[in-house]
């Protein structure tokens, strides 16, 4: 049981090249979350998904979109990177509206 | 939108010493919940807690849930260097979607 895993734990981008993050959980969790994480700022909700082909956006969706094609999987896409998304990204699931809310381990992502 | 309120930002104690931390919002909260991050990691979680009044272990970690539903309250007995790290509260009101506060680092003198 390996609980949320992300893939990759690093990446370094040119401006306006695209890429996506995976995130993948094996606990069966309805919901899963995309945030990203900057100094001072604390973790800011981009999108979330309350369940298999559903997405909505969070507090900064702009720039990103998602998709929840799996259950278990949960992608985040940057179609044209920015330096402004340069940050550390995190995936977390949690089993519904109520449970508890389990975090992966993290992308750093730089933008130059 | 909602905001949780940790501060201050930084703690400095004594190996063995106790520590406590608050969480106050300016909204209800349904949920606290209570996280620590160790630097390049993520979040994990440390206390749940669901109901107003609520008072819950976990190990040397107590926490509770405030009556009013708007603070929690995170205690660490007798500290160790393990203890260092950034500890996050995070509510969850009827939307359903967590807040967070900013976190407070702990820092640990042997």
């Known amino acids: 049981n390996a609980g949320v895993t992300q893939t990759p734990k690093f990446r370094v981008l040119k401006t306006g090249q695209s890429m996506t993050l995976l995130c993948a959980q094996d606990?069966?969790?309805?919901?899963m979350y995309w945030y990203r994480q900057d100094p001072g700022m604390g973790l800011r909700l981009i999108h979330y998904?309350?369940?298999?082909?559903?997405?909505a956006k969070g507090e900064v969706p702009d720039g990103y979109n998602v998709s929840r094609l799996k259950k278990q999987n949960f992608l985040l896409g940057l179609e044209s990177a920015a330096p402004s998304q340069t940050s550390v990204y995190f995936c977390?699931?949690?089993?519904?509206?109520?449970?508890?809310?389990?975090f992966g381990p993290g992308t750093r992502l730089t933008v130059t | 939108g909602q905001q949780l309120n940790q501060s201050p930002q930084s703690m400095f104690i004594q190996e063995g010493e106790d520590v406590s931390m608050n969480c106050t919002s300016s909204?209800?909260?349904?949920?606290w919940l209570w996280y620590k991050q160790d630097p390049g990691e993520g979040p994990v979680l440390l206390i749940a807690l669901y109901k107003a009044g609520e008072l819950t272990s976990n190990g040397r970690l107590t926490a509770q849930f405030g009556i009013t539903r708007k603070d929690s309250f995170l205690n660490i007995s007798a500290s160790i260097p393990s203890d260092v790290g950034i500890y996050f509260c995070?509510?969850?009101?009827?939307?359903?979607?967590?807040?967070f506060g900013k976190g407070i680092t702990l820092s640990v003198r042997p």
């Open positions: 606990m069966n969790h309805e919901y």
């Open positions: 998904s309350v369940g298999e082909g559903t997405t």
């Open positions: 909204s209800i909260f349904n949920t």
């Open positions: 995070a509510g969850r009101g009827a939307n359903s979607k967590l807040t």
């Open positions: 977390a699931s949690q089993r519904d509206h109520e449970g508890e809310q389990y």
